[in-house]
């Protein structure tokens, strides 16, 4: 397999996210809830309009990972208030973090979680957060596995379907 590179994404790269973001959700949430939430959630949360905007607020990182010129996944970080169960610690949120179906298992995630931690820690950021759907059982396995602990959870509206996701940290 290529190496797998990382960088910062773009405004250019607004499009770029929305697909990904559009292909991986629907990959790995499809199955699981139904069509009318997944439509709802995906064009109100994923437009380029959208994107664009996120991609523009200081607060937000997005960060691209590529094997070769091949699109591989991406994460976006926000350095914004912590959840009040995180107390006063200096925090930074992974808000999302896919990798491509074909990319899952390959190092995509690991590369990008290391990016993420890297920029917290330059940040000096004292923790690392985000949140996961309860029954997104192999993300929180690869959470776990990267040092995260369960510490809250939260509510989570897919499209009606009013969810609940857990809110898990890693201690930098």
Do not use: C
């Not at 699981?32 to 905007?53: P, S």
């Not at 976006?76 to 006063?88: C, N």
């Not at 949120?93 to 931690?117: C, D, F």
């Not at 820690?121 to 040092?147: C, M, P, S």
């Amino acid at each position: 397999m290529k190496e797998i590179t990382i960088r910062y994404a773009t405004r250019d790269d607004a499009i770029l996210i929305a697909d990904i973001s559009h292909q991986t959700f629907y990959e790995t949430f499809a199955a699981d809830n139904r069509k009318e939430d997944m439509d709802k959630f995906l064009n109100e949360q994923f437009t380029k309009g959208k994107l664009i905007l996120e991609l523009a607020y200081p607060e937000n990182i997005f960060l691209l990972a590529f094997t070769g010129d091949d699109v591989a996944g991406y994460v976006k970080l926000r350095d914004s208030a912590p959840p009040r169960s995180l107390g006063s610690s200096k925090a930074m949120e992974i808000a999302r973090i896919y990798a491509m179906t074909s990319m899952i298992g390959k190092g995509v995630g690991k590369k990008l979680m290391q990016a993420s931690i890297d920029i917290a820690t330059e940040r000096q950021k004292e923790v690392v957060w985000l949140g996961v759907w309860e029954k997104n059982h192999r993300a929180i396995d690869f959470y776990t596995r990267n040092g995260f602990v369960k510490f809250d959870e939260t509510d989570f509206l897919l499209g009606d379907d009013l969810q609940k996701d857990w809110l898990m940290k890693k201690i930098l």
